[in-house]
Nanobody, 117 residues
C-alpha cells in the first residue's frame, strides 16, 4: 500500500500564492508519476500538474505559467507552488502517485484551497 499526506492548503486572496506539499510512504515504486488533481465546484476532477521520477512535468491548461511542480525523489515528496491564484482555483487538491506501467492510481485525502475575490 501507498500513503500520501498532503499539506499547505488554506485561504488566500486573489493574486496570492500558496505552496502545497505531498509526501508518499509505503510500497513506493522507484519509477513513478506524482502529481496533483483538483475537484472544483461544479466541475469534474481535473489534472493540475504531474511530474515523473525523471523530472518531466505536465500542466493543465488553466494553470500553466502560474503553477510550478517540483519533487525530491529521495524524500518521495512533491510540491506545488501556486502563484497568481484566481477564485476559479478554489477546490480540493489531491496528491496522486502512479507507478510506471500500471493503471493504478493512489490518492491522498485532499487539501482545501480557497481563493477569495
Amino acid at each position: 500500500q501507498v500513503q500520501l499526506v498532503e499539506s499547505g492548503g488554506g485561504l488566500v486572496q486573489t493574486g496570492g500564492s500558496l505552496r502545497l506539499s505531498c509526501t508518499a510512504s509505503g510500497n513506493i515504486y522507484t519509477n513513478n508519476i506524482m502529481g496533483w488533481y483538483r475537484q472544483t465546484p461544479g466541475k469534474q476532477r481535473e489534472k493540475v500538474a504531474t511530474i515523473t521520477s525523471g523530472g518531466t512535468t505536465d500542466y493543465g491548461d488553466s494553470v500553466e505559467d502560474r503553477f510550478t511542480i517540483s519533487r525530491n525523489n529521495p524524500k518521495n515528496t512533491i510540491w506545488l507552488q501556486m502563484n497568481s491564484l484566481k477564485p476559479e482555483d478554489t477546490g480540493v487538491y489531491y496528491c496522486i502517485t502512479k507507478p510506471f506501467g500500471t493503471a493504478r492510481y493512489y490518492w491522498g485525502q485532499g487539501t482545501e484551497v480557497t481563493v477569495s475575490s
